[in-house]
Structure formats: C-alpha cells, structure tokens
C-alpha cells in the first residue's frame, strides 16, 4: 500500500521560511509527476508547485519567486521550500503524487498545517 507522509509545518512569522517535505513509500514502480496543493479555510483546494519526473517544475503565480519544489528520486521525496512567506500562505499543505505500482494512481497525503503570522 502506498503512503504519503509529510513533515515540516508550524508556525512562522510574515518573512520567515519554512521547508516541507513529503516521501513516498510502499511497493512503486515509478513517480511521475510529485506536487504540493493547499487548501485554506473557506477555499477551494489549489496548485501551489509540481514538478515532474524529467525534473520541469510549474508554480502557481502567488508563490513564484518565493517557493521552490525539488525532488529526490532516490528517496521518492519532494520538498517544497517557502520562502518570504506572507499570512496569505496559511493553509493546509497536502502533497500529492501520480505514480505506478500496479496500476497507475493518483495519492494525496494527510496533510500539515502551515500558519504565518502577521
């Protein structure tokens, strides 16, 4: 069974940086794309960065400049490094991934909380 697990949410003030990272284990054959989305209160759920398995990366235009998405092949982790972050970052931050192992799936992990105080 795959499992997504992530780590590194909290608490940070308006202009700090915070890292989060999301590793896949379980029986995969291959990741293709790897991504992190956000959902804040009231909000729909959408894109903050992916980046695929030939290592293109696409960012939502809030965070371009500030966040950056890499990726790890040897471990099946992607981290999502935040920068300069403002109030308006606060969300939940749920990483997902399209990757193969008997069939080919899409997986979301649980989810961290990310606030930045004003």
């Known amino acids: 069974q795959v499992q997504l697990v992530e780590s590194g949410g909290g608490l940070v003030q308006a202009g700090g940086s915070l890292r989060l990272s999301c590793a896949a284990s379980?029986?995969?054959?291959?990741?293709?794309?790897m991504g992190w989305y956000r959902q804040a209160p009231g909000k729909q759920r959408e894109l903050v960065a992916v980046t695929s398995s030939g290592g293109s990366t696409n960012y939502a235009d809030s965070v371009k400049g500030r966040f950056t998405i890499s990726r790890d092949n040897a471990k099946n982790t992607v981290y999502l490094q935040m920068n300069s972050l403002k109030p308006e970052d606060t969300a939940v931050y749920y990483c997902?991934?399209?990757?193969?192992?008997?069939?080919?799936?899409?997986?979301w992990g649980q989810g961290t909380q990310v606030t930045v105080s004003s």
């Open positions: 379980g029986i995969i054959f291959s990741i293709n794309a």
């Open positions: 997902n991934a399209d990757l193969s192992t008997f069939a080919r799936k899409n997986y």
